[in-house]
């Protein structure tokens, strides 16, 4: 019998093993996010004493109940038995009791030349168990390495359905305030924004075209292929500037927010593959 058991940080080497025998560079990615950030919502696998598998879950703040499946790697001599779909099981349970209302799940469809579709299993799992595919990023990871992203609804549906919501514009004022590199990938960057509640005198301007031409530029200058942006369904005055300056819109992750407010996903791509 395996069973999950929450993870400590004196399990990190354990687990960064396991996950180091499918892919190095998660490894070491997992790694700092769980110093970085600690281990709280992640689970290891126990089978004889002996942990065989990682899983877990982030909230995302601010949210309805929203949250992300975190590392999920089973060690590769207990593959293809049904303990990957056991465990994704039993912390969707988890999430049903603190009552979750939606779960998404970001996966590669990397080609390795030797191993093939390293995921392929993973994506089978996540629609095995409801997930369904909301969108794809293309060359996200890298060029011809795209981001699919899977959503699963986390409560009963049925009375959720019937609700009724309205969903309110909004026109806070937002501006960007940094650009970076998109931790997992190779030369995606975005933009970090906030919205400005003191409208100062120099504050009450939207970002415009121009601001994401500076973006824009600064992150060509840093040699980077593409740029993805995302902004919640409810502000309507951010897509004139993003089209002008050349944003494409690549599809949105339904309910994210909250029921009715989705998260938009907006792309640029810079040329240079
Ligand atoms: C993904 C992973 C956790 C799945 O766990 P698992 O125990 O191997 O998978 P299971 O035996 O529970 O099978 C789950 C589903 O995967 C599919 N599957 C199983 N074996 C498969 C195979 N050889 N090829 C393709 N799909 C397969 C089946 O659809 C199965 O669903 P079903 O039982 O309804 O038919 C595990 O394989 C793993 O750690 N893989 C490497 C790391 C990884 O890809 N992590 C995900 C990162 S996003």
């Known amino acids: 019998m395996a069973e999950l058991r929450p993870m400590y940080m004196s399990d990190l080497n354990t687990?960064?093993?396991?996950?180091?025998?499918?892919?190095?560079?998660?490894?070491?990615?997992?790694?700092?996010?769980?110093?970085?950030?600690?281990?709280?919502?992640?689970?290891?696998?126990?089978?004889?004493?002996?942990?065989?598998?990682?899983?877990?879950?982030?909230?995302?703040?601010?949210?309805?109940?929203?949250?992300?499946?975190?590392?999920?790697?089973?060690?590769?001599?207990?593959?293809?038995?049904?303990?990957?779909?056991?465990?994704?099981?039993?912390?969707?349970?988890?999430?049903?009791?603190?009552?979750?209302?939606?779960?998404?799940?970001?996966?590669?469809?990397?080609?390795?030349?030797?191993?093939?579709?390293?995921?392929?299993?993973?994506?089978?799992?996540?629609?095995?168990?409801?997930?369904?595919?909301?969108?794809?990023?293309?060359?996200?990871?890298?060029?011809?390495?795209?981001?699919h992203i899977y959503g699963l609804k986390l409560r009963d549906a049925a009375s959720d359905e019937e609700d009724e919501v309205e969903i309110a514009d909004e026109k806070p004022v937002i501006r960007f305030d940094g650009m970076y590199e998109i931790g997992d990938s190779d030369g995606a960057y975005t933009f970090s924004w906030t919205v400005k509640d003191n409208k100062g005198l120099f504050e009450k301007r939207n970002f415009t075209v121009e601001d994401l031409r500076l973006g824009i530029d600064a992150v060509r200058n840093e040699g980077g292929r593409k740029i993805f942006l995302t902004f919640p369904s409810n502000l309507p005055l951010i897509h004139t500037p993003l089209q002008a300056a050349g944003f494409k819109f690549v599809g949105r992750l339904t309910d994210y927010y909250e029921k009715g407010v989705h998260e938009l996903h907006f792309t640029h791509d810079l040329g240079n593959g």
């Open 15 to 147: 687990v960064v093993k396991i996950i180091e025998a499918t892919d190095e560079d998660d490894a070491e990615e997992a790694r700092e996010i769980y110093q970085e950030y600690g281990v709280e919502g992640q689970f290891v696998l126990e089978h004889d004493n002996k942990i065989i598998g990682v899983i877990g879950y982030s909230e995302v703040p601010g949210t309805d109940g929203t949250y992300w499946l975190s590392w999920t790697y089973l060690d590769p001599a207990f593959q293809g038995l049904g303990m990957g779909k056991q465990m994704l099981n039993d912390l969707l349970n988890m999430l049903r009791e603190k009552n979750g209302r939606k779960i998404f799940v970001k996966v590669s469809d990397y080609d390795d030349p030797e191993d093939g579709r390293v995921y392929e299993r993973a994506m089978k799992l996540y629609e095995s168990v409801g997930f369904v595919e909301e969108l794809v990023g293309k060359d996200f990871y890298d060029e011809g390495e795209n981001q």
